[in-house]
């Protein structure tokens, strides 16, 4: 499992829990299934196949670089 932990500010560690929410449906909505977690729902967590493909990983950043472009 990876977890991308997204914060508001990196001074304060303020956790981007709305932020983190809207990334995820996004990301649903453009066909990738990812979970969230953390103490505040502010962790991305991705949990790849043991069988990931070059090209599952391509999707994966594509779509994350659009999901975080839009937030």
């Known amino acids: 499992m990876i977890g991308v932990e997204l914060v ?7 956790p981007a ?3 983190c929410a809207q990334i995820l449906e996004l ?4 066909g990738l299934l ?5 103490l505040w729902s502010q962790t ?13 990983a391509d999707f994966l ?3 994350l670089d ?3 472009a839009k937030v």
């Open 34 to 38: 990812i979970g969230k977690g953390g």
């Open 8 to 14: 508001k500010d990196p001074q304060t560690k303020e």
């Open 44 to 56: 991305i967590r991705i949990k790849p196949p043991f069988c990931l493909t070059l090209a599952d």
């Open 61 to 63: 950043l594509e779509v």
């Open 27 to 30: 990301a649903r909505e453009m």
């Open 66 to 68: 659009a999901a975080f």
């Open 17 to 19: 829990k709305t932020e």
